[in-house]
């Protein structure tokens, strides 16, 4: 079981979109709708952004959109506000009640 | 809304069986869900360390398989966390964590320190 890959990090400036991809295999990402997205900030405890490859939770902005193709999922962030700036971590099932986790992606709002 | 709070000692030496204990308030265990431990290593990423099902199966990552026990308490509705032979690249925030295909609720985590 290797850890999905993220970009270690990616920056933007406020008000444009930012994409941070999760790459892993047909044996997670590939072979199930089951990825999610969560914001840490330092400190704190994980937040779910996107379930279900591309469901918000209630009270997520909708400048926070996801997807997947293959192999790949991404995270985008249109409209970067301040706020915004935090670690980033895509998750996906991994068949046999098994889940894997990104490396994380620092998102840095310039 | 479920709500999971974790603990347990804060320092363990090294060798010992680090052990936490998850109390889940909200929500019955029973009544379905994978409840599960997710460490994350100090400035570094998370890791999915295992879950068990309500009916008491289990689930561990190979790389911690052979040092991890994952239990379950329905009557206390609180599921706990065994690891033995801990050394310093223990040392994480453990989070409990309610699991399912697409998402999981975690709890606030606790910081375990194994000092080298």
């Known amino acids: 079981q290797s850890a999905l890959t993220q970009p270690r990090s990616v920056s933007g400036s406020p008000g444009q979109s930012v994409t941070i991809s999760c790459t892993g295999t047909?044996?997670?990402?590939?072979?199930?709708?089951?990825v999610s997205w969560y914001q840490q900030y330092p400190g704190k405890a994980p937040k779910l952004m996107i379930y279900?490859?591309?469901k918000r939770p209630s009270g997520v902005p909708d400048r926070f959109s996801g997807s997947k193709s293959g192999n790949t999922a991404s995270l985008t962030i249109s409209g970067l506000q301040a706020d915004d700036e935090a670690d980033y971590y895509c998750?996906?099932?991994?068949?046999?009640?098994?889940?894997?986790f990104g490396g994380g992606t620092k998102l840095t709002v310039l | 809304q479920v709500q999971l709070q974790e603990s347990g000692p804060g320092l363990v030496k090294p060798s010992e069986t680090l052990s936490l204990t998850c109390a889940v308030s909200?929500?019955?265990?029973?009544?379905?869900?994978?409840w599960g431990w997710i460490r994350q290593p100090p400035g570094e990423g998370l890791e999915w360390i295992g879950n068990?099902?309500?009916?008491?199966?289990?689930y561990y990552n190979p790389s911690l398989k052979s040092r991890v026990t994952i239990s379950v308490d329905t009557s206390k509705n609180q599921f706990s966390l065994k690891l033995t032979s801990v050394t310093a690249a223990d040392t994480a925030i453990y989070y409990c964590?309610?699991?399912?295909?697409?998402?999981?609720?975690w709890g606030q985590g606790t910081l375990v320190t194994v000092p080298s």
């Open positions: 047909s044996s997670d990402v590939g072979g199930y709708n089951y």
């Open positions: 909200g929500y019955s265990i029973s009544s379905g869900y994978h």
């Open positions: 998750c996906s099932y991994a068949g046999s009640y098994s889940w894997v």
């Open positions: 068990i099902y309500h009916s008491g199966s289990t």
């Open positions: 964590a309610r699991l399912r295909y697409g998402d999981i609720w």
């Open positions: 279900d490859v591309s």
